[in-house]
């Protein structure tokens, strides 16, 4: 039990910290490599939470093909890096102010919850050897939702294409 | 461990995110705070779902997982589009709907 507290702080701060690294970095390009950083430290967390299965997804899906396709749109975008003096942040005290509020919002309802002071009292270990399960389980119970997701997936690939392709064929009909 | 832990790490890891949304000024920024609030909101069902036992909040994290790599998608396409047409990255300038 205290080997796992002691990993939970490590990740913590890891992910705390690159969190931090990734929303006040400068160059938009190293804060999407924090971002990657900060999704591995929490892919690893949900390993220490016994979702073994959710972890590769996460690295496959989010570090693997989100961060990606966020550093292929920068690179692509024209303006990478060209004037570094310009801010990069504003209205930083009314946002900080606003953050600060929202956590002490949540931290509030989290501790005056009598559901979470019973949940908390139960602290389970990590079970690993659940993905069998819960492969079944999305086939199963879970199909439906599965399957509006592969059309929302779809959508979305066409959806961006179309969003995003240059329009040469009516300059050259004009 | 308890929930708490978890909890009090994905609140801050939200907080971060929004404060990260609020005062950013590229466009991919303001995306990338939004990764990060869905990246704590994911972190807090698994903890939930860890100290309950239930294996339903796994399924659910990992829909949202699919459903953010979509929005992420459009998300980057939209952007692409409105640095072509505006000129700028920065999301204060953009201003193509003002007549």
Known sequence: MQGQT???????????VSSIASVCSRRILRSAIF?????IFTAF???????????????????GGVITLIIFALLISEKLGSDQSE?????????????TVLFLIL?????????????????????????????????????????????????AIIGALVIARREHKQEGEQ | MT???????????????????????????ILIGIELM??????????????????????????????????IAVGLALFLLAERLSKTVYADKIDLMKG
């Open chain 1, 6 to 16: 002691i990993i939970y702080l490590i990740l913590a701060l890891g992910l705390l």
């Open chain 1, 35 to 39: 971002l990657a950083v900060a999704l």
């Open chain 1, 45 to 63: 967390l949900y390993l220490l939470l016994g979702a073994e299965l959710l972890a590769g997804i996460q690295i496959l899906l989010y570090v």
């Open chain 1, 87 to 99: 801010a990069t942040h504003r209205n930083i005290i009314p946002a900080a102010i606003a953050s």
């Open chain 1, 107 to 155: 931290l509030f309802f989290t501790y005056t919850s009598r559901r979470i002071s019973e949940l908390a009292t139960s602290s389970p270990m990590g079970e690993f050897g659940a993905s069998g399960e819960l492969s079944e389980l999305i086939f199963r119970d879970w199909v439906l939702p599965l399957e509006v997701l592969s059309l929302l997936l779809l959508a």
């Open chain 2, 3 to 29: 929930i708490y832990h978890i909890l009090f790490l994905s609140y801050l890891v939200f907080s971060i995110g929004l404060f990260g949304v609020l005062s950013r000024r590229h466009v991919v920024g």
């Open chain 2, 38 to 71: 869905f990246n704590a909101a994911n972190l807090a069902i698994v903890g939930i779902a860890w100290t309950m036992q239930v294996l339903t909040g796994q399924i659910i994290a990992l829909f949202g997982i699919a459903i953010t790599a979509a929005e």
